[in-house]
């Protein structure tokens, strides 16, 4: 995991008479004649004698979002580089919303590729959406290059906010760091290819990390599942030579107010089994895992930030594959809990490994349960690729779909209609795992699904089958593939379950 060392300076002549930053980095608006200045780039303004924008204009910025123009100082700074980034048009009020300074910010990071040192200004905006952008926007995933192309920028120092004290901004520093290292997390676990990402190496990263935050880990191999009944969990991973896995993570503070359950589907690599996929994109099924990587870096991120609240992360993990030993289609698998479910289609798998892991983590008695996964390719046609569906419990799936907005990851409150629930009925067993249609995909997942939530158990479910991965070009702090989401959405309402109950 590569962080740029981030560290706060004052916005103010001074500072920038001192600085050894290679660029300084400004902030543009989209005015109606050209190019506004925005909030902390005074100080970079009155170098250039009060004609920044005018300067910017004649090179062709704009303040489109995430529009980039360098401009030479020509020794009017010690830096040797202005950097503008686009911020889009205002609010009404005058106001940038922290989402357009974290993709500002990303895309100014990712500018800065090959620069020692940045002093960004940004921050005078909104100091945690400036760093987080900063942060994911330079993340790069070179492990398995031989050749690695240029460094993320090493240092950024940002700009203080006038208002506000410092012992206050140094823990916004403290905790957008904290937040981004997280995301970075589920990124490098997304990105790493599955020869070398499956159940057992996965267990092992996710006991590392629980050790290095003082975590309780447990995980349980092919035959404590079997011991134990968990048949979805097996039935999918049996058809691998590397077995499944159901790991345990567990935060749990002096003083909780809350016990907020997570689970999030761990596949390592889905071929749809013997419902084998199309081999087009199928390279990108090794994102499959997506919700275990954010579940699993969200309860370490809880840790980070000292949330009050026990945060128990439940982690089914598999690897979908077809040969001998695979699941069939006119399989009925029995579950952990004790229902049972027909097989219909070995590629809905997620649902299956998902559902033994809710009904465990409802053993325990949460408060909440939230649960991620990469689940439905219906999910990115009804929402696209940036938009998670979000179901479950009425009220709490709307707290969680607002959050998610709120945080510029994005989701949508979907419903869960009574009619296709008729369509998940079994001639065989309890329920079948897809319904003989391809009507509401996403709905008749979330449909099974609620079948293993507790009664009276508060419950939301995000699919993330496309924001989870970036398969087009870098846009604002999101770079190609693993992305992280949602990370944040889910650090966000924990937050507000400690804040509100």
């Known amino acids: 995991m590569t962080v740029p060392k981030l560290a706060l300076s004052e916005n103010s002549e001074g500072a920038l008479a001192k600085t050894r930053a290679d660029v300084v980095v400004v902030g543009t608006l989209q005015g109606e004649d050209g190019p506004v200045l925005a909030s902390g780039a005074s100080v970079a303004d009155g170098a250039f004698d009060?004609?920044?924008?005018?300067?910017?204009?004649?090179l062709g910025a704009s303040g489109k979002a995430e529009e980039i123009v360098k401009l030479p100082t020509l020794g009017k700074l010690t830096a040797s580089v202005v950097l503008a980034v686009g911020l889009g048009k205002a609010e009404a009020d005058g106001t940038v919303t922290a989402e357009r300074v974290r993709r500002a910010a990303g895309a100014a990071a990712r500018?800065?590729?090959?620069?020692?040192?940045?002093?960004?200004?940004?921050?005078?905006?909104?100091l945690a959406a400036a760093v987080e952008g900063v942060a994911l926007g330079a993340y790069v995933f070179t492990a398995?290059?031989?050749e690695p192309g240029d460094a993320p920028v090493a240092k950024v120092d940002f700009a203080s906010p006038e208002a506000?004290?410092?012992?206050?901004h140094k823990a916004t520093l403290k905790a957008a760091t904290a937040t981004a290292e997280a995301v970075i997390i589920a990124r490098d676990l997304i990105n790493t290819p599955p020869n070398d990402l499956y159940p057992a190496s996965f267990a092992d990263r996710a006991q590392k990390l629980a050790e290095a935050n003082g975590l309780e880990f447990e995980v349980l191999d092919e035959k404590a599942l079997k011991r134990k009944g968990f048949g979805g969990i097996l039935g999918v991973g049996g058809g691998s030579a590397r077995q499944p896995r159901l790991v345990r993570v567990a935060y749990k503070p002096a003083k909780a107010a809350k016990k907020v359950a997570l689970v999030g589907k761990g596949i390592t690599f889905d071929s749809g089994g013997i419902s084998i996929k199309p081999a087009a994109n199928m390279d990108h099924m090794t994102s499959d895992m997506s919700g275990a990587a954010g579940v699993l870096?969200?309860?370490?991120?809880?840790?980070k930030l000292k949330q009050p609240l026990e945060v128990v992360a439940h982690i089914p993990l598999a690897?979908?594959?077809?040969?001998?030993?695979?699941?069939?289609?006119?399989?009925?698998l029995s579950m952990y809990g004790g229902k049972t479910v027909e097989v219909l289609n070995t590629d809905a798998e997620g649902r299956l490994v998902l559902a033994d892991a809710m009904v465990r983590a409802a053993e325990e008695n949460p408060d909440y349960l939230i649960e991620t996964s990469t689940l439905t390719g219906a999910q990115v046609v009804a929402l696209g690729n940036r938009t998670a569906g979000i179901m479950g419990s009425d009220e709490f799936r709307d707290r969680v779909a607002k959050i998610a907005q709120e945080t510029g990851e994005g989701g949508w409150a979907m419903p869960l209609p009574e009619e296709l629930r008729g369509d998940l009925d079994s001639r065989l067993a309890d329920l079948a795992n897809v319904t003989g249609h391809r009507w509401g995909g996403m709905l008749a997942a979330g449909i099974f699904l609620r079948e293993f939530v507790a009664e009276g158990l508060p419950w939301a479910h995000i699919d993330i089958a496309g924001p989870s991965f970036n398969t087009g070009?870098?846009?604002?702090?999101t770079g190609k593939g693993g992305t992280g989401v949602p990370v944040r959405t889910i650090s966000a309402v924990l937050a507000d379950i400690a804040a509100q109950g």
């Open 50 to 58: 009060g004609k920044l924008a005018e300067v910017l204009a004649t």
């Open 144 to 146: 398995y290059r031989s």
């Open 111 to 126: 500018a800065l590729a090959g620069t020692d040192r940045a002093f960004v200004t940004l921050s005078a905006l909104d």
């Open 164 to 168: 506000g004290a410092a012992k206050d």
């Open 297 to 303: 870096a969200s309860v370490v991120l809880a840790a």
């Open 319 to 332: 690897e979908n594959l077809p040969s001998a030993t695979s699941y069939r289609p006119g399989d009925v």
């Open 473 to 477: 070009g870098p846009w604002g702090y």
